[in-house]
């Protein structure tokens, strides 16, 4: 089944939005493989070259990381220790 987009929106940020609530539920967990362009692309039957903008954009979020020639995967979140890390004021 499809997932249905809006097309008033761009697609790529519906699919990098879509990647991005998998991660934050879960089915997606940190380390795990992210499906493949080819994959998504069917799944959301819509051209590699958007798949590849909406990984570009979640890379480039610290979502996810990219390992050539195995793929995407969910990126692990720096956790700061309370009292403690960097102020994000600065």
């Known amino acids: 089944m499809t997932p249905e987009l809006d097309r008033t929106r761009p697609v790529w940020r519906q699919v990098a939005a879509a990647i991005e609530a998998r991660i934050a539920d879960g089915t997606y967990p940190i380390d795990a493989r992210v499906s493949s ?20 954009h979640l890379k480039a979020e610290g979502l996810i990381r ?3 020639g195995l793929g995407s995967f969910v990126a692990r979140r720096p956790q700061v220790a309370e009292g403690g890390g960097a102020d994000p004021s600065r």
């Open 37 to 56: 362009v080819v994959e998504l692309s069917a799944e959301f039957a819509i051209a590699a070259s958007t798949v590849q903008k909406a990984l570009a």
């Open 66 to 68: 990219a390992e050539v």
